[in-house]
């Protein structure tokens, strides 16, 4: 996408000034003279010194949803969306929100449709909300819209954090075994080393492997650095192509118990996603698309990619997913009981209520499971390098009796 910067009037001769957001200077024009615009100055604006794009910066999605929840309760309280605009962006503490908030309300008051507006700052607003309100937009219910996205966005914040906290616990279980054996193979097993080489008898073979393993990681520590690194590397590569991703997402959804989980996870976002545009009237197509966008899963997202052809074609939308192991049975009959009834965007918010409470069950159990097994792995590494140290011990106690 590129910023172009453009002066023009509108029909009663205002003059207008302000940035668009087009992949090309045709398209740009085309968005300006849809808003009624005579355009007599139009130039694309550096990339690298165009202050919306702010060097990667974003706003917490926290910040984004408290936003989101303050605008929708002063739309539906009767301000007018120029003055919400100028209230949040004086109450607001991020100062990159801030920044654009100012710079959205200035587009409101020159006349500029909030969506085209907000479209302008893809790193603040998403896809999602813009389409959506341009659906609000075009069918005078803004302010149901905002609260719609209010909660939608509020929905996959929690889910997010489940998600978060459901797999940091075996991450921070494996960090912590990882770091405790390497302090002891570091650390503890080299005070040892003397008393083995004072012993006359022959080091049994366990013994003699964890001996080798730590000197070897007191001398090429650095080696295991470089491995971290090559493997980081390695991933980003991987991940960097349509193939590597797809195949990575692939195995994500393969794995024993975290798979479910992962899947359950993009269902309920998906779900939730394709309900929320259909209930604000925004076309199947369109809803196709923009929901592929948002599943981060390859494997999915061609599934989804699969519907919309389907769709073209004047076929079922659940066809592509029946035939599919990633799409669960319960999920394609109620899409074709929803096709069948006209009730399709009601059907798919019962599926995200369904999968969303899913997901916590699944955290639940998923933590419960991962305790005792990552406990007894951690029991394991850790015994397997202290019976390294009392095997010899006890043979050099049968040497003394």
């Known amino acids: 996408m590129h910023y172009f910067q453009y002066n023009a009037r509108d029909m009663l001769g205002k003059a207008k000034r ?238 024993p118990v975290l798979g479910s989980f992962y899947q359950k996870a993009i269902l309920a976002r998906m779900t939730r996603t394709m309900s929320s545009l259909l209930e604000s009237s925004v076309p199947i197509l369109d809803t196709l698309q923009i929901s592929s966008r948002i599943l981060q899963n390859k494997v999915m997202e061609q599934v989804i990619q699969d519907c919309y052809e389907t769709i073209e074609k004047g076929d079922s939308l659940a066809k592509p997913m029946e035939a599919h192991w990633a799409f669960p049975p319960m999920i394609t009959q109620m899409i074709r009981v929803g096709e069948k009834s006209g009730s399709l965007d009601s059907l798919l918010h019962r599926a995200a209520d369904f999968y969303e409470q899913e997901l916590d069950y699944a955290a639940e159990r998923l933590k419960a499971m991962l305790e005792p097994i990552l406990i007894l792995i951690l029991s394991a590494m850790v015994g397997s390098i202290v019976t390294a140290v009392v095997i010899p011990m006890f043979s050099m106690y049968e040497n003394l009796q």
């Open 18 to 255: 302000g940035k668009v957001q087009a992949d090309n200077r045709s398209e740009a024009l085309e968005k300006l003279q849809a808003q009624q615009l005579i355009v007599f100055k139009l130039r694309e604006l550096n990339r690298t010194l165009n202050k919306e794009l702010s060097f990667g910066k974003r706003v917490k999605k926290k910040e984004f949803i408290i936003f989101l929840r303050q605008l929708s309760t002063l739309i539906e309280a009767g301000v007018s969306l120029v003055e919400a605009t100028g209230l949040l962006q004086e109450q607001t503490k991020d100062k990159f929100l801030k920044e654009t908030l100012k710079v959205v309300r200035t587009d409101l008051v020159e006349g500029v449709r909030f969506s085209d507006s907000v479209e302008k700052h893809p790193k603040i607003f998403p896809e999602l909300f813009v389409n959506m309100i341009r659906a609000g937009e075009a069918s005078g219910e803004l302010d149901d819209v905002l609260n719609k996205m209010a909660v939608y966005y509020e929905k996959q914040y929690d889910m997010r954090q489940k998600v978060i906290t459901a797999m940091s616990y075996p991450v921070l279980v494996a960090f912590v075994a990882i770091g405790i054996c390497v302090a002891l193979l570091v650390v503890v097993f080299p005070q040892f080393t003397g008393m083995f080489a004072s012993m006359d008898a022959e080091l049994p073979a366990y013994t003699a492997f964890v001996l080798s393993l730590s000197e070897g990681m007191q001398k090429y520590w650095y080696l295991g650095i470089v491995f971290l690194l090559l493997c980081a590397v390695l991933y980003r590569v991987i991940i960097s192509k349509p193939e590597g991703k797809l195949f990575i997402d692939k195995v994500r959804l393969r794995i």
